[in-house]
């Protein structure tokens, strides 16, 4: 019998992976995705833990499922992720209608666990919460519980998880153009405001050679643009034993010499105090590598950073983005910031407003800090900067982030970019765009029948330096790789026009 799987991933680019990994499995099984959660048999959600909002979407997702799972007690309900790991078992005296609990560590588990939740007739409150044998009610897999890991520098040999990206399966029906690769798990850093070193656990590098050819069947099924994952993916070195190691800038040698035909090739997220020259002469060196680096710096404040235990200060990150421009002029730069750390003073925060006019990002993410159970910094600090001030200074810094972002966009005008088409603007849906129809120049015309008018919608696409740019075109061209020259820069967006291929690249 097909079951019906419904599955619903929040938080990072990470936990989009393990959905698309985990999907792949399930459906190899014969289960059937479906976007419908009240037709679904099997609910699951991958979780973030990142901040309490994260969570907040989680708890009243399960809570509007308290009813269904009484009127259909042999719907199977999941939460996997990060929070499976930070709450544990606990969770279920709040909701004791979940059936199956895993953490990003124990996804390759996930299968055999739907698959005995499935099979098993019991109602959930029948049974006590135990680990993941056939035949139990509820279905537990924790890295908490099970300690699988237990040297901070394990190899990928032993790492079970590796058997999860290994199993990817991707065929060019999935028409599949942007797709994201692992390449580390977990997180050694303890930033103290984190969970993820506690949810994902220690960091893994995987084999190059595994990497290597998961990137060249992608690109066999279609992939432009491949986007490497890890935490602090700079921080990435595999120790082949006999004294050979394959640090991160061999590995983007490697990726771009063995998969030549890979127009795009991306990473993220980076961690500032790590990277080397090599990693970004590797960048410089290799035209397929995008020049987009995402390096949160979180604070402009030494004491702050202290506090957080970044291992870093306000000079040498500056330092580091103006080495990275030196070498690479035209670089794009996006970081993430934390306002109303404990203890953050207005001088603090003038630091970290001015450590983001020197760097000129070209966005960064602002989150207010969240308090987080399990942190060193919820047992060490009070969090003493009251929500108003969390509130303005998110403002202030956006703000501020909004000028930078504009005169960095007015530079951009006359320039001709490469975009890949991600879809229709956001705008066009909301305000249901009406598409033109219209007769075309000789720039919009490529590989059209001469003469015949065509409906056009607009567009969005992401230059190799992560910009949007907005422009008008068919939607037939998702997933292509474009020539639009800038024509226009209004507030944060840019607006271009399509110009024939074959033109110098930004
Ligand atoms: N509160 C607020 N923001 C946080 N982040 C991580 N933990 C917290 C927290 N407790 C932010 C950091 C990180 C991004 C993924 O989320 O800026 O880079
Ligand atoms: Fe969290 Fe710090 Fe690790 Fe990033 S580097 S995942 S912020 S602990």
Redesign the pocket.
Known sequence: MTRKLYLETFGCQMNVLDSELVMSQLRAQGYEAVADRAAADVVIFNTCSVREHAEQKVWSRLGELREAKADRPDMVIGVIGCMAEREGESIFTRFPHIDILCGPGELDQLPRMVHNACTTSVAPSEGGAGSATVGSPRQVALMGSTTRRSSTYETAKEDNLESLDLARTVSPSDNMRQAYVRITRG?????T?????FTRGPEVHRPPGNIVEEVKMLVGAGALEVTLLG??INHYIFDHGGGRKTTFADLLYLIHESVPDLPRLRFV?S?PRDFTDLALQAMRDCPRICRYLHV?A?SGSDRILKAMN?GYTAEQYTDFVDRARAMMPDISLASDFIVGFPTETDDDFASTMELVRHCRFKNSFIFKYSPRPGTVAIDRFEDDVPDAVKRSRNNQLLALQGEVCASNNRLMIGKTVEVMVEGESKLVSKRAYPPAKVTLGWEARQGLPAGEAVSLTQLIGRTRGDQVVCFDGERSLKGELLNVEIVDARNLTLFGRRVPMHVAKV
Do not use: L
């Not at 405001?193 to 070193?197: D, E, I």
């Open positions: 997180c050694n850093k303890f930033c405001y984190c969970v993820v070193p935490q602090t997220t961690f949160p979180q970044r």
